[in-house]
């Protein structure tokens, strides 16, 4: 009997620890989920409020009155829509073109046995840690003997030729972890390699397609560095850009009027395309993550 009771208070006694720590982790988690949210909730309620209201200490968290006004005078004095129109345009071509050469390089790294695949893999692999500083000036030079200087061809073109080294390492893991079985099926019934390729593998690639062109849109909508460098014109610019644009020139910066909050409508216009995508691909960006890490 005295066994009995003895288990049962170990049981009640392991349940409480277990709770405990689900508790804990809760509790962690949700305060955490608030240190990262609390940037976002604080660029967003700013954007709404007045120059005034900005500048209070200590600071204000909602704005008295919403000023949807804010976010007209935005586009009022830059071409703010013609950026959103650049910077969509350029991460589709860009993720695009990635996506597509990044998946024929990987199905040749991943599915056929040709001399020096292995070294030039590594090779390829390598480029990884390559500085992009290192390549800027040779990069610049052959984009401006092309006559591409002040258009956006040097932010996608270039991603049509390999994808980059990232792209053809996860895409290449992900399809080495696929039986080969599929590949021998559809050889037997008479399907070529291209075939295999878009019949039988790439249905069975959209998580890894996905997650890479969640990464590469995400880092084609931010990037600031190639805008920066190979364009001039200000209806030309991409939103990450125009937002340094918009700081440094637009909206009466020059001459110093307060701008910070249209400045934080900028941010809030600029980031909400990039996090509806990502939680209508959140599914398929985990899973596609996890599963080119099977095999190594």
Wanted: hydrophobic share 50%.
């Amino acid at each position: 009997m005295s066994a009995v009771i003895s288990r049962s208070t170990s049981q009640r006694g392991i349940r409480a620890s277990k709770n405990l720590q689900k508790s804990i982790s809760y509790v962690a988690m949700v305060l955490l989920s608030v240190v990262f949210i609390f940037p976002w909730f604080y660029t967003f309620t700013s954007s709404f409020m007045s120059a005034s209201e900005l500048y209070l200490f200590p600071p204000k968290l909602i704005p008295s009155r919403l000023q949807w006004e804010n976010y007209s005078y935005i586009f009022s004095q830059v071409p703010f829509t013609r950026w959103l129109l650049n910077s969509i345009a350029v991460s589709v071509l860009a993720t695009g073109g990635g996506l597509l050469s990044a998946t024929l390089v990987a199905y040749s790294f991943s599915r056929f046995r040709w001399h020096g695949r292995d070294a030039i893999f590594a090779i390829t692999l390598s480029t990884m840690m390559l500085p992009a500083e290192v390549t800027l000036i040779p990069t610049y030079l052959l984009f401006r003997n092309l006559g591409w200087l002040n258009t956006t061809k040097p932010l996608w073109v270039p991603s049509w030729f390999g994808g980059g080294a990232f792209s053809i390492f996860l895409l290449r893991q992900f399809i080495m972890a696929l039986p080969r079985d599929f590949d021998e099926a559809a050889t037997i019934d008479g399907a070529g390699p291209l075939r295999i390729l878009i019949s039988v593998l790439l249905p069975l690639m959209k998580p890894a397609l996905a997650t890479l062109g969640v990464i590469n849109l995400i880092g084609a909508w931010n990037d600031f560095m190639g805008p920066l460098i190979y364009l001039t014109s200000p209806d030309k610019f991409t939103v990450a850009l125009g937002l340094r644009y918009f700081q440094v020139s637009g909206g009466g910066a020059s001459t110093g009027v307060p701008t910070q909050h249209y400045l934080m409508g900028c941010c809030v216009l600029a980031a909400l395309p990039i996090v509806i995508l990502f939680f209508c691909a959140q599914k398929y960006f985990v899973q596609g993550i996890v599963m080119s890490g099977l095999k190594a």
